[in-house]
């Protein structure tokens, strides 16, 4: 299980960025995908998460209507689509799969789950002026 990270940069509050999370070695049909970040300081936690059939998401709060997950099975590849970002955006983002568990609680447990998740590299993302 291989994830690959990218599309992190610096953008001026307000901006728009779309990360990408490329699988290989496992059919992302399969597992849990989630976009987690992490700031300096703080610990990493789950930003928005889907199934493994698309069906079911979850978002943390901060990010409910500017951010947005999405999957093409056809390039068994993971989408984040962030908009109206933020300063407190700001962060290494990571993503992560998983065949124990659903959106929700990938997302809401982070540091339950870390040790069944499949982790890729982050990508940095800074919102600022």
């Known amino acids: 299980v291989q994830l690959q990270a990218s599309g992190g940069g610096l953008v001026q509050p307000g901006g728009s960025l779309r990360l990408s999370c490329a699988a290989s070695?496992?059919?992302?049909?399969?597992?849990?995908i989630g976009w987690f970040r992490q700031a300096p300081g703080k610990e990493r936690e789950g930003v928005s998460c889907i199934s493994g059939s698309g069906n079911s998401l979850h978002n943390a709060d901060s990010v409910k209507g500017r951010f947005t997950i999405s999957r093409d099975n056809a390039k068994n590849t993971v989408y984040l689509q962030m908009n109206s970002l933020k300063p407190e955006d700001t962060g290494v983002y990571y993503c992560?799969?998983?065949?124990?568990?659903?959106?929700?609680?990938?997302?809401?447990?982070?540091?339950?789950?870390?040790?069944?998740?499949?982790w890729g590299q982050g990508t940095q993302v800074t919102v600022s002026s």
């Open positions: 992560g799969a998983a065949t124990q568990y659903g959106p929700r609680r990938l997302c809401l447990d982070v540091r339950g789950a870390a040790p069944a998740v499949s």
């Open positions: 070695g496992f059919n992302v049909n399969d597992y849990a």
